[in-house]
């Protein structure tokens, strides 16, 4: 009988909780209590609750937060619809429901998920059973734990921003990242360095591999540490921080990339996002590092709190997990993951977490592609086509990938092993084809456009001058490709004109070009086939390209012949193939998108002449574009944009295109969008540009002492101030020399330097720097041109015919330069500006005007002005015919010839007929012209030994 009242009872005990429906403050108290002291380690012997907060949410109570006398929380859910305890702590204080503002983002979301659940009424079958297990003591037995691997309670604040920016917070990814450096005290330095220019408080540089990270004066609690600090900011830097005063943000994708290269550890370190997994295999991937006392950086975003990171540094055996918030160690402590109700997705499903993170081990640290910003003027904007010139320098030409489809004229350009990049836009053609360099001085842009915008440009002086070499031969030429075999020998190819491709050769540089003759070239297929902008590669003389039919020309002998290869059958679709060959001109690989079809990849061993489709090549093989690597035969890279399927990354091979390796996993969570390689260890990768981030991937240490500089304008004034800026790294020592005529002429500090200079000419400016053992300089020849005031002059002549009409002539002004704008103010009112010296106005009136010409050297500056007097009244009285008067000029009514008696009189028209001819008959003749129609007219006064004609204006 005491057996069956038992059993009554707990069936009473679980159906009383069947119905979902809110807990109450003595039930949730006394899960708080149970769970406290179940947990609590041996030096806690007082379980007393100091008080309770109540959390709701539109209106709806979400959680109570249980404060404890002996320190620490306990987060019970208001709802038994919901898993019981959301997290719990043994240390610490908290204020209310009040946390740290990243734990208060991760309530949040629990705030959310908790009132949809309550609001769907989902089933509180399963979660019952929890609510049920702790009311009654009964806690899991014997499971796996681990405690936190570390107790380090950094900040963002004071003692840890000392370096950042207007004192601004640190950021909690870089806050996250220093903590796990700082339990490893590993590296001991880093590796390369990085630069990024903040939209608010400028240029923002780390040199990680000079820098000794002092652990040992690094302490682990929240008083911070220059040393501390200077870790902090140096994350913050590597990870592009956006630094503001109520916080600072970056992004949890960049830290693996970061870590790997900058800071030596383990390549295996991967971006996993909680999308890709199952509740359980998320969790399980969590207890599998902190199992093997790897700390996780952990990541969660919100849609309209954004996104916070922190670190995942343990786990009890309920499934929680310890969460170190970066925030001087206030609500530490173990929170759910997961599905609040099984029923229900997983609240945080938008989390995210960098796994594998461990120091390499001694001797196999890489630097492999770290991401650099190109400084195109829009962002989205990505290099559309790469050249790689060598170690130190390469090329880029910018396209929109906003998806605005905006034709971009832009380029940009590094010397420095893509540590930085400088663009710049040239005002040719509609868009690029592609660019390609010879050095850092040299280099040739393919623009396409209507009539003359379909050019060749050239530029020797790094783009401070762009010069057209080329032009199509009719309206719709249109270049695809240009490249160069040496500095003389060059080739240009674009569509049919004519019936056959328009191909053009050089042997000057491009001073002269040759149309290459129809008989040397294979007649296309039909009349609308058509090269593709950039696709084309070269291996010493030879040279291919690729059509958008499927075929492949190419060229043996710098582009005077050529033959053309047949790859596959398109059926009609249009083909983008991008093309690339080794250094042996016989191994080559074959990208292929066809329109509405997947890509399709090709291999050939005979330089191109037979071709195999490649039809079981790994997801690996990237398809966004595709390079060889200089001095490794039958090795490739390729690299992926494709975020939807999602096919992103970037990878190699060596064996041609069979095989394929990720360089490393993390890259997969990048877009790659175009590659340049020049050698096994050094290569470029186009990407999309942001604000002041990324745009192009580097592979390899880029260089760690470079001289170089910049100033702000080119032309200018005598005596006009020119700012010079300094660009160089890694130096100890600077020094300027600012060229003839400069004041200051010299410096030795880093500037900048405002310099004026007495002397119109070209200066040449030089930099050089020391880095203690080795000096560099670099010297810009003619980089600033500075121009003198001019002497402004003018002439001017009326028209004795139609004296309303003024020719001026400033050809007399001196010291003016080639450019300068010529700005007259006619004296009534009207301002005309021009760019020659020659120069007509009409007046509308006659009368004597102060008339003022100002030279302009520069626009809006440099200026001189001298004024005038033009007086362009006419006298009518002249000599001849016994002193011959005829007025008014211009006349109305009549006309009145004096001093002409007996003299015949001819008036013609300004169209040569003749309108009135007669014989004066007194010595002042007059004639009706109220007749005549306004205009210009001709008086011809014919006496016994001379003829005179004059002009009268007729109104």
Same mark, same amino acid.
């Given at each position: 009988?005491?057996?069956?009242?038992?059993?009554?009872?707990?069936?009473?005990?679980?159906?009383?909780?069947?119905?979902? %429906?809110?807990?109450?403050?003595?039930?949730?108290?006394?899960?708080?209590?149970?769970?406290?002291?179940?947990?609590?380690?041996?030096?806690?012997?007082?379980?007393?609750?100091?008080?309770?907060?109540?959390?709701?949410?539109?209106?709806?109570?979400?959680?109570?937060?249980?404060?404890?006398?002996?320190?620490?929380?306990?987060?019970?859910?208001?709802?038994?619809?919901?898993?019981?305890?959301?997290? #719990?702590?043994?240390?610490? %204080?908290?204020?209310?429901?009040?946390?740290?503002?990243?734990?208060?983002?991760?309530?949040?979301?629990?705030?959310?998920?908790?009132?949809?659940?309550?609001?769907?009424?989902?089933?509180?079958?399963?979660?019952?059973?929890?609510?049920?297990?702790?009311? =009654?003591?009964?806690?899991?037995?014997?499971?796996?734990?681990?405690?936190?691997?570390?107790?380090?309670?950094?900040?963002?604040?004071?003692?840890?921003?000392?370096?950042?920016?207007? =004192?601004?917070?640190?950021?909690?990814?870089?806050?996250?990242?220093?903590?796990?450096? $700082?339990?490893?005290?590993?590296?001991?330095?880093?590796?390369?360095?990085?630069?990024?220019?903040?939209?608010?408080?400028?240029?923002?540089?780390?040199?990680?591999?000079?820098?000794?990270?002092?652990?040992?004066?690094?302490?682990?609690?929240?008083?911070?540490?220059?040393?501390?600090? !200077?870790?902090?900011?140096? @994350?913050?830097? *590597?990870?592009?921080?956006?630094?503001?005063?109520?916080?600072?943000?970056?992004?949890?994708?960049?830290?693996?990339?970061?870590?790997?290269?900058?800071?030596?550890?383990?390549?295996?370190?991967?971006?996993?996002?909680?999308?890709?997994?199952?509740?359980?295999?998320?969790?399980?991937? &969590?207890?599998?590092?902190?199992?093997?006392?790897?700390?996780?950086?952990?990541?969660?975003?919100?849609?309209?709190?954004?996104?916070?990171?922190? @670190?995942?540094?343990?786990?009890?055996?309920?499934?929680?997990?310890?969460?170190?918030?970066?925030?001087?160690?206030?609500?530490?402590?173990?929170?759910?993951?997961?599905?609040?109700?099984?029923?229900?997705?997983?609240?945080?499903?938008?989390?995210?977490?960098?796994?594998?993170?461990?120091? *390499?081990?001694? =001797?196999?640290?890489? /630097?492999?592609?770290?991401?650099?910003?190109?400084?195109?003027?829009?962002?989205?904007?990505?290099?559309?086509?790469?050249?790689?010139?060598?170690?130190?320098?390469?090329?880029?030409?910018?396209?929109?990938?906003?998806?605005?489809?905006?034709?971009?004229?832009?380029?940009? &350009?590094? !010397?420095?092993?893509? *540590?930085?990049?400088?663009?710049?836009?040239?005002?040719?053609?509609?868009? /690029?084809?592609?660019?390609?360099?010879?050095?850092?001085?040299?280099?040739?842009?393919?623009?396409?456009?209507?009539?003359?915008?379909?050019?060749? @440009?050239?530029?020797?002086?790094?783009?401070?001058?762009?010069?057209?070499?080329?032009?199509?031969?009719?309206?719709?030429?249109?270049?695809?490709?240009?490249?160069?075999?040496?500095?003389?020998?060059?080739?240009?190819?674009?569509?049919?004109?004519?019936?056959?491709?328009?191909?053009?050769?050089?042997?000057?540089?491009?001073?002269?070009?040759? $149309?290459?003759?129809?008989?040397?070239?294979?007649?296309?297929?039909?009349?609308?086939?058509? =090269?593709?902008?950039?696709?084309?590669?070269?291996?010493?003389?030879? @040279?291919?390209?690729?059509?958008?039919?499927?075929?492949?020309?190419?060229?043996?002998?710098?582009?005077?012949?050529?033959?053309?290869?047949?790859?596959?059958?398109?059926?009609?679709?249009?083909?983008?193939?991008?093309?690339?060959?080794?250094?042996?001109?016989?191994?080559?690989?074959?990208?292929?998108?066809?329109?509405?079809?997947?890509?399709?990849?090709?291999?050939?061993?005979?330089?191109?002449?037979?071709?195999?489709?490649?039809?079981?090549?790994?997801?690996?093989?990237? %398809?966004?574009?595709?390079?060889?690597?200089?001095?490794?035969?039958?090795? /490739?890279?390729?690299?992926?944009?494709?975020?939807?399927?999602?096919?992103?990354?970037?990878?190699?091979?060596?064996?041609?295109?069979?095989?394929?390796?990720?360089?490393?996993?993390? #890259?997969?969570?990048?877009?790659?969008?175009?590659?340049?390689?020049?050698?096994?260890?050094?290569? /470029?990768?186009?990407?999309?540009?942001?604000?002041?981030?990324?745009?192009?991937?580097?592979?390899?240490?880029?260089?760690?002492?470079?001289?170089?500089?910049?100033?702000?304008?080119?032309?200018?004034?005598?005596?006009?101030?020119?700012?010079?800026?300094?660009?160089?790294?890694?130096?100890?020592?600077?020094?300027?020399?600012?060229?003839?005529?400069?004041?200051?002429?010299?410096?030795?500090?880093?500037?900048?330097?405002?310099?004026?200079?007495?002397?119109?000419?070209?200066?040449?400016?030089?930099?050089?720097?020391?880095?203690?053992?080795?000096?560099?300089?670099?010297?810009?020849?003619?980089?600033?041109?500075?121009?003198?005031?001019?002497?402004?002059?003018?002439?001017?002549?009326?028209?004795?015919?139609?004296?309303?009409?003024?020719?001026?002539?400033?050809?007399?002004?001196?010291?003016?330069?080639?450019?300068?704008?010529?700005?007259?103010?006619?004296?009534?009112?009207?301002?005309?500006?021009?760019?020659?010296?020659?120069?007509?106005?009409?007046?509308?009136?006659?009368?004597?005007?102060?008339?003022? &010409?100002?030279?302009?050297?520069?626009?809006?500056?440099?200026?001189?002005?001298?004024?005038?007097?033009?007086?362009?009244?006419?006298?009518?009285?002249?000599?001849?015919?016994?002193?011959?008067?005829? #007025?008014?000029?211009?006349?109305?009514?009549?006309?009145?010839?004096?001093?002409?008696?007996?003299?015949?009189?001819?008036?013609?028209?300004?169209?040569?007929?003749?309108?009135?001819?007669?014989?004066?008959?007194?010595?002042?003749?007059?004639?009706?012209?109220?007749?005549?129609?306004?205009?210009?007219?001709?008086?011809?006064?014919?006496?016994?030994?001379?003829?005179?004609?004059?002009?009268?204006?007729?109104?």
């Amino acid at each position: 009988m005491k057996k069956i009242l038992s059993l009554i009872a707990m069936v009473t005990l679980i159906v009383a909780f069947t119905k979902a %429906e809110p807990v109450d403050i003595p039930t949730a108290k006394q899960v708080a209590e149970n769970y406290y002291k179940h947990y609590a380690p041996e030096s806690i012997t007082d379980f007393s609750i100091k008080s309770v907060h109540t959390k709701s949410h539109n209106g709806i109570n979400t959680y109570y937060t249980f404060v404890f006398n002996a320190g620490g929380f306990v987060i019970v859910s208001a709802d038994n619809a919901i898993v019981p305890v959301l997290g #719990y702590s043994h240390e610490g %204080e908290i204020d209310g429901n009040k946390l740290n503002p990243i734990a208060d983002l991760w309530m949040e979301q629990y705030d959310k998920n908790i009132v949809d659940i309550v609001s769907q009424k989902l089933s509180n079958t399963e979660t019952l059973i929890e609510w049920n297990s702790i009311l =009654g003591n009964s806690f899991p037995k014997n499971d796996r734990a681990v405690n936190p691997i570390f107790n380090i309670n950094w900040g963002q604040g004071t003692g840890f921003n000392t370096y950042c920016p207007a =004192g601004c917070p640190v950021g909690c990814v870089a806050t996250s990242m220093a903590m796990i450096m $700082r339990h490893y005290e590993y590296p001991t330095t880093g590796a390369g360095w990085h630069k990024y220019v903040h939209p608010t408080y400028g240029p923002q540089t780390a040199y990680f591999f000079s820098t000794t990270y002092d652990y040992a004066n690094m302490p682990t609690t929240s008083a911070g540490s220059p040393a501390a600090a !200077t870790l902090s900011y140096h @994350l913050g830097v *590597a990870v592009n921080m956006n630094y503001t005063p109520s916080g600072s943000g970056a992004y949890s994708q960049d830290v693996p990339a970061v870590m790997a290269n900058y800071f030596k550890y383990d390549q295996s370190i991967m971006y996993v996002q909680k999308t890709q997994y199952t509740n359980d295999t998320w969790i399980a991937l &969590l207890k599998n590092e902190l199992d093997n006392a790897r700390p996780i950086l952990y990541s969660g975003s919100d849609a309209n709190y954004g996104g916070h990171a922190f @670190l995942c540094l343990g786990y009890n055996d309920n499934n929680q997990f310890y969460f170190n918030w970066g925030w001087e160690g206030s609500s530490n402590g173990y929170f759910t993951i997961g599905a609040l109700n099984p029923s229900g997705y997983a609240f945080n499903s938008n989390n995210s977490a960098v796994i594998n993170i461990k120091p *390499a081990a001694p =001797g196999e640290e890489k /630097f492999l592609w770290t991401e650099k910003f190109t400084s195109f003027p829009n962002n989205s904007t990505y290099p559309g086509h790469l050249s790689a010139v060598n170690e130190s320098v390469a090329w880029a030409t910018g396209r929109d990938g906003s998806g605005g489809g905006a034709n971009y004229r832009v380029y940009c &350009l590094t !010397t420095d092993g893509g *540590a930085t990049w400088t663009s710049g836009q040239v005002n040719y053609g509609t868009a /690029f084809s592609m660019i390609q360099g010879l050095d850092a001085n040299t280099a040739f842009i393919a623009a396409y456009g209507t009539g003359s915008g379909n050019t060749i @440009l050239k530029t020797t002086d790094r783009g401070v001058t762009w010069t057209p070499i080329l032009t199509g031969s009719d309206a719709n030429s249109f270049f695809n490709t240009v490249h160069f075999f040496d500095y003389d020998n060059g080739v240009v190819q674009g569509d049919q004109t004519g019936g056959y491709h328009e191909i053009f050769v050089t042997s000057d540089g491009g001073e002269n070009w040759t $149309r290459v003759a129809a008989a040397n070239i294979p007649s296309p297929v039909n009349t609308s086939e058509y =090269g593709i902008v950039g696709h084309y590669t070269a291996v010493g003389n030879t @040279l291919w390209w690729t059509t958008n039919n499927g075929y492949v020309y190419k060229t043996t002998d710098k582009g005077h012949n050529w033959t053309k290869h047949f790859v596959f059958d398109n059926a009609g679709a249009t083909v983008n193939a991008s093309i690339a060959f080794s250094d042996d001109a016989l191994t080559g690989l074959l990208l292929a998108y066809v329109q509405g079809s997947p890509y399709r990849k090709f291999k050939t061993t005979d330089g191109g002449e037979t071709w195999q489709e490649l039809t079981s090549a790994p997801s690996n093989f990237y %398809e966004s574009d595709i390079s060889a690597v200089p001095g490794e035969t039958g090795m /490739f890279v390729s690299v992926g944009a494709d975020y939807q399927t999602p096919k992103m990354g970037i990878s190699f091979t060596r064996d041609g295109g069979d095989t394929w390796e990720d360089y490393s996993q993390y #890259y997969t969570a990048s877009q790659f969008v175009s590659v340049g390689m020049i050698s096994e260890t050094k290569g /470029f990768a186009g990407s999309f540009q942001g604000e002041y981030t990324g745009g192009m991937w580097v592979l390899g240490e880029t260089a760690t002492f470079n001289a170089d500089f910049e100033v702000d304008i080119t032309k200018a004034c005598v005596e006009q101030e020119v700012t010079f800026t300094n660009l160089s790294f890694g130096h100890t020592t600077i020094s300027w020399d600012f060229g003839e005529g400069a004041t200051p002429a010299t410096a030795d500090t880093d500037g900048p330097h405002t310099v004026t200079y007495s002397t119109p000419g070209n200066k040449t400016i030089s930099i050089s720097a020391s880095d203690g053992n080795t000096t560099l300089t670099e010297t810009k020849n003619n980089l600033v041109e500075i121009v003198g005031l001019p002497t402004p002059d003018f002439t001017y002549e009326v028209n004795q015919s139609f004296p309303k009409l003024v020719n001026f002539n400033a050809s007399s002004s001196a010291g003016v330069v080639t450019g300068a704008k010529y700005v007259w103010d006619m004296g009534n009112g009207k301002i005309v500006e021009k760019l020659v010296p020659e120069m007509q106005y009409i007046y509308t009136g006659q009368d004597v005007y102060n008339v003022t &010409l100002t030279i302009e050297n520069i626009p809006g500056g440099c200026s001189n002005s001298i004024t005038k007097p033009v007086d362009n009244t006419l006298s009518i009285e002249e000599t001849g015919l016994n002193e011959l008067l005829i #007025y008014p000029n211009p006349a109305n009514e009549k006309l009145v010839i004096a001093n002409v008696n007996g003299a015949k009189i001819e008036i013609y028209s300004i169209e040569g007929r003749l309108i009135h001819n007669s014989v004066a008959d007194s010595d002042s003749y007059e004639v009706n012209t109220s007749a005549y129609k306004a205009g210009v007219y001709s008086v011809k006064v014919i006496g016994i030994d001379n003829v005179i004609t004059k002009t009268i204006v007729i109104q």
